[in-house]
């Protein structure tokens, strides 16, 4: 598990690092954090080649994590997810420290199961409260805005289980956990659901089905993509949205712009609610 870098660093300006805003995308279970952003024939990683220069003031950042530990025979479990949590909210932490970057606004870009990982970090790590463990609080308070892309926020489809990763075996308990009415996915939910109107949220779903052999089907159905959820934005094309490769079409400026709007209102309230959190722990001491 590992956080990269995709820009390159922002010179410094006199506030300290010189990125407005720091985007950090989680890729899906059946793909790594390279294949997730990149488009397979022109080989363009979009978070690298394209976005910096549309979105100047943006450092890009991928979050990296084993996907065969939870999907091989024999391994994953619902445990898995809170450890992958607790491990995004510590690295991201720290590579922030180490950007001088601890009060600048985050936006997660998730893909898949990208987006259950990011919605149990950020529960995560909200409940950090103590004094102690309190610095891990930032990753909450400093997050403006999530884009979800073809996360199953209400479980994947059955038929999702015979395209997976390791063809030879039945799915395991991690993958079944994933299937819709699963307890696991409500218990997340429940614990995201009083957060949400901290965020700005974009839903999108996927629009061009899956084949597996003889099969074909949505992974993740809309109703699952992009629940009824109260003041949150929705939009078709997570496919064909996650790696596009050209600057001039349709698909990347629909991409950019919810970027670009979630941008354009993070850095100030981003930054009254952190001044609010540094001034109750100082309070308190």
């Known amino acids: 598990m590992v956080i990269s870098q995709f820009t390159a660093p ?19 279970i059946y793909e790594d954090g390279i294949q997730t952003w990149t488009e397979p024939i022109s080989n363009i990683l979009w978070l690298r080649d394209l976005l910096p220069e549309s979105l100047r003031e943006c450092r890009a950042l991928v979050y990296s994590y084993k996907a065969e530990a939870l999907t091989a025979p024999g391994l994953g479990s619902t445990d898995s997810i809170l450890a992958n949590a607790t491990s995004l909210v510590a690295e991201l932490c720290a590579d922030r420290q180490l950007d001088n970057a601890f009060h600048r606004p985050i936006i997660f870009i998730c893909h898949g199961f990208g987006g259950i990982l990011a919605k149990r970090a950020l529960s995560y790590s909200n409940s950090r409260r103590h004094k102690a463990v309190e610095h891990l609080r930032s990753i909450y308070t400093c997050t403006y805005g999530i884009i979800f892309m073809g996360t199953p926020h209400n479980g994947i489809n059955k038929e999702a289980l015979l395209f997976q990763p390791h063809q030879n075996s039945g799915p395991n308990h991690f993958m079944i956990s994933l299937l819709k009415g699963s307890e696991m996915l409500n218990e997340i939910n429940d614990q995201f659901a009083p957060l949400m109107k901290q965020f700005s949220i974009y839903n999108f779903w996927e629009d061009l089905k899956t084949q597996s052999g003889d099969h074909d089907f949505y992974i993740v159905d809309q109703d699952s993509a992009a629940p009824a959820w109260d003041n949150v934005e929705k939009m078709n094309g997570s496919k064909r949205l996650k790696n596009c490769y050209d600057p001039n079409t349709a698909q990347f400026f629909k991409k950019i712009q919810p970027l670009q709007t979630t941008i354009n209102g993070a850095s100030f309230l981003v930054n009254q609610a952190y001044t609010s959190l540094v001034g109750k722990s100082t309070h308190g001491m």
């Open 10 to 28: 922002s010179p410094p300006s006199r506030q300290g690092a010189g990125a407005a805003v720091d985007i950090v995308a989680i890729h899906d």
